[in-house]
């Protein structure tokens, strides 16, 4: 059973629209982290969240946490071919020394 | 200059075979740790040092043994490997032990294929 539950796990949208991915969890955790991974490449911190309901934008992204801290979502606006990739929501929870990563969402952004 | 590195990028080798890979950060971090990540991206972690004092260890089968020379250096020896050590290994650093949202830099990784 996976702690951070991403969905969905794979999704391919033409560019210009825009689409939303959900990390869901029965578990609190103290902080939230987005990370985009691509081929070949190790995965690259996108934003940290850690109050309920805090909101964070990064250009065409919005980054979410529910207020009760157990779960988040990714919104993008007008999807570009260059947000391609693979995004893992990763948590850590209130006194741990680690992160737990979700499985992943595979976006694909056809031009 | 790379942040966090490691070598070798691609490791093809047999069953029964030992190797070993190595991390290098130079961010000045305290923290490093090794993940797995499976076929199917999922990302676990392994081990965690802080100052070249194991902190984390995941139920990582003993034949896996990190070593740290130093805060900079964590390295992976493997032993007698096995088909379902097929993954790619990523290093990764961070300023803290992740109290409350530490980031983490991760390496390019190294896909190690047993055959």
């Known amino acids: 059973t996976q702690l951070l539950e991403q969905s969905p796990q794979f999704l391919s949208i033409q560019e210009g629209e825009n689409l939303t991915v959900y990390c869901n969890s029965s578990?609190?955790?103290?902080?939230l982290q987005w990370y985009r991974q691509e081929p070949g490449e190790g995965p690259v911190l996108l934003v940290t969240?850690?109050?309920?309901?805090e909101v964070k934008k990064l250009k065409r992204l919005t980054f979410q946490f529910g207020d009760a801290r157990k779960d988040s979502s990714l919104h993008i606006t007008a999807a570009q071919p260059g947000d391609t990739g693979l995004y893992l929501c990763?948590?850590?929870?209130?006194?741990?020394?680690?992160?737990?990563f979700g499985q992943g969402t595979r976006l694909t952004i056809n031009p | 200059d790379t942040a966090v590195s490691q070598t070798p990028k691609y490791l093809v080798t047999q069953m029964g075979n030992d190797k070993s890979i190595k991390c290098e950060q130079n961010?000045?971090?305290?923290?490093m740790y090794w993940y797995k990540q499976d076929s199917k991206k999922f990302l676990k972690i392994m081990f965690s040092?802080?100052?070249?004092?194991?902190?984390i260890n995941e139920t990582v089968p003993n034949r896996f043994s990190p070593k740290s020379p130093d805060k900079a250096h964590l390295n992976l020896h493997i032993n007698s490997l096995e088909l379902g050590d097929s993954a790619v290994y990523f290093c990764?650093?961070?300023?803290?032990?992740?109290?409350?949202?530490?980031?983490?830099?991760f390496g390019p990784g190294t896909r190690l294929t047993v055959t």
């Open positions: 040092y802080n100052n070249k004092e194991l902190i």
């Open positions: 578990s609190v955790f103290s902080s």
């Open positions: 990763a948590g850590a929870r209130q006194g741990a020394q680690k992160l737990v």
């Open positions: 961010l000045g971090h305290d923290t």
């Open positions: 969240v850690v109050t309920g309901g």
């Open positions: 990764a650093s961070s300023q803290v032990i992740l109290a409350g949202g530490g980031e983490q830099y």
